[in-house]
């Protein structure tokens, strides 16, 4: 069975541009999450969707926002990118919610943003 | 929310030898899951252990739900042992989403 798939791998955006992350996760699997991890502040929460719904998010802006669609897929979307946004986001799977079940990671897609 | 406390936050050992690395957490948890992240930033799972003891291989955990705490054993390192151990935890009560601990960082040399 595949894994969990990001793209893209890398990604270079200058500051006030917008950027679209992908996630496909584990078949079956209908719950996605995604996280940033960074140096300074380690691995934070962003949010996670169940059923093409957002179930919470953690503490982020607004310009942070996702969807997911029926197939499962989810997108992540960062506007008017500022230079600490740069990090590495990473997506996750689970058959259910987060809260019980387990979680699988993809490669995560690194950000630069100059 | 709960509070995930990793400890040592280095470690450096020689080929061959054992660690333990130690989680604590602050409130009672629904989930709790040791990995690791390899040179490249993927998490590779290697234990979800809410509760009781595994084993697999040379990687072995613990975790005492009632204390709060979670343990991961490595036996007999290896240099391919090396790098972060995170262990992350989720509390329930419409809290979704894990919490990570700031990672152990572990070093074995050859």
């Known amino acids: 069975k595949a894994g969990v798939t990001q793209t893209p791998r890398y990604l270079i955006k200058t500051r006030g541009q917008q950027v679209t992350l992908s996630c496909s996760p584990i078949s079956g699997h209908r719950s996605v999450s995604w996280y940033q991890q960074t140096p300074g502040q380690g691995l934070q929460f962003l949010f996670e969707y169940f059923s093409e719904t957002q179930r919470n998010k953690g503490n982020f802006p607004g310009r942070f926002s996702g969807r997911q669609f029926s197939n499962s897929r989810s997108e992540m979307n960062v506007s008017t990118l500022e230079l600490g946004d740069s990090a590495l986001y990473l997506c996750?799977?689970?058959?259910?919610?987060?809260?019980?079940?387990?979680?699988?990671f993809g490669p995560g897609t690194r950000l630069t943003v100059l | 929310g709960i509070q995930v406390e990793q400890s040592p936050p280095d470690l450096i050992l020689q080929e061959g030898a054992n660690s333990t690395l130690r989680c604590n957490f602050s409130?009672?948890?629904?989930?709790l899951q040791w990995f690791h992240q390899n040179p490249w930033g993927q998490l590779i799972n290697l234990f979800y252990?809410?509760?009781g003891t595994k084993q697999n291989g040379r990687l072995s955990a613990t975790t005492v739900a009632t204390e709060r705490y979670s343990l991961l054993y490595i036996s007999s390192s290896q240099t391919t042992d090396s790098g972060v151990y995170f262990c992350?935890?989720?509390?329930?009560?419409?809290?979704?989403?894990?919490?990570f601990g700031k990672g152990t960082h572990l070093i074995i040399q050859p």
């Open positions: 252990i809410p509760s």
């Open positions: 409130d009672s948890v629904n989930n």
């Open positions: 996750a799977s689970s058959l259910g919610t987060s809260s019980y079940n387990e979680q699988f």
């Open positions: 992350a935890v989720n509390s329930g009560g419409g809290a979704d989403g894990l919490t």
